[in-house]
């Protein structure tokens, strides 16, 4: 049998942007993305601090070191510019597996920089 586990996640981003007329998803800064331990086109669920919404979409590579976070398509509707997000991923594992394994955290500033917690 497999769980679902946290795996990852990037806590209290600021969003740079919102992009209605983008196809969809979430454009990350690459540093970010990393350190999260997120993949391209991965499933997240995006959780805004500002007004409680929860969503799910894609991952969108980013510039490196650009610090952006931008909702785009329908979930633009759900952000404003300046909104702190939590950003996670889970992953499917073993009971085995999830008993030792450790999620990526990435802390950030209000610029969207890596800090140590």
Known sequence: MLIQRFKGKIHRARVTQADLNYMGSI??????MD????YEGERVQIVNN???ER?????????RGSGVICLN??????????????I????????????????KLCYVDENNRQVTH
Do not use: C, H, W
């Not at 350190?35 to 997120?38: H, T, V, Y």
């Not at 969503?55 to 510039?63: P, R």
């Not at 398509?73 to 939590?86: E, F, H, M, N, P």
């Open 55 to 63: 969503l799910e979409t894609y991952v969108i590579v980013g510039e």
């Open 88 to 103: 996670i991923s889970y992953g499917l594992m073993t009971p085995e597996e999830a008993k030792v394994f450790e999620p």
């Open 27 to 32: 454009t990350i800064d690459e540093d970010l």
């Open 73 to 86: 398509g329908a979930a633009a509707r759900r952000v404003q510019v300046g909104d702190i997000l939590i």
């Open 35 to 38: 350190a999260a331990g997120l």
């Open 50 to 52: 500002n007004n409680g």
